[in-house]
């Protein structure tokens, strides 16, 4: 099991960049699809982006150009680079892990493990 732990949130500009990070807890994310979920007040939880055991990478529509995923090279985090920041960013922002995953982002329910989230605020 791996254990997701994210940082990085907080309040920016619009047109700004935060940089978020999801920690594996204990061991790494080597045999792991992960991604990035968020959930704004109101809202349902969206997919945002997302990274295969094999680093292929994947994203929102509106995110497109703007944001970026990534893995270190032990594997042991996963970052999301946001840029061109704006309001509708806001939300809390959510890491999961789901082991040797090829489906559909949009199945949230194979995520089996999920992060405690993390605040992500743009100011306009």
């Known amino acids: 099991q791996v254990q997701p732990v994210e940082s990085g949130g907080g309040l920016v500009q619009a047109g700004g960049s935060l940089k978020l990070s999801c920690i594996a807890s204990?061991?790494?994310?080597?045999?792991?699809?992960v991604a990035w979920f968020r959930q704004a007040p109101g809202k349902e939880r969206e997919f945002v982006a997302g990274?295969?055991?094999?680093?292929?990478?994947s994203y929102v529509d509106s995110v497109k150009g703007r944001f970026s995923i990534s893995k270190d090279s032990t594997k042991t985090t996963v970052y999301l680079q946001m840029n061109s920041l704006k309001p509708e960013d806001t939300a809390v922002y959510y890491c999961a892990a789901a082991e040797w995953y090829s489906g559909s982002y949009e199945r949230q329910d194979k995520f089996e493990h999920w992060g405690q989230g993390t605040q992500v605020t743009v100011s306009s």
């Open positions: 990274v295969d055991y094999a680093g292929s990478t």
């Open positions: 204990g061991l790494t994310f080597r045999s792991y699809t």
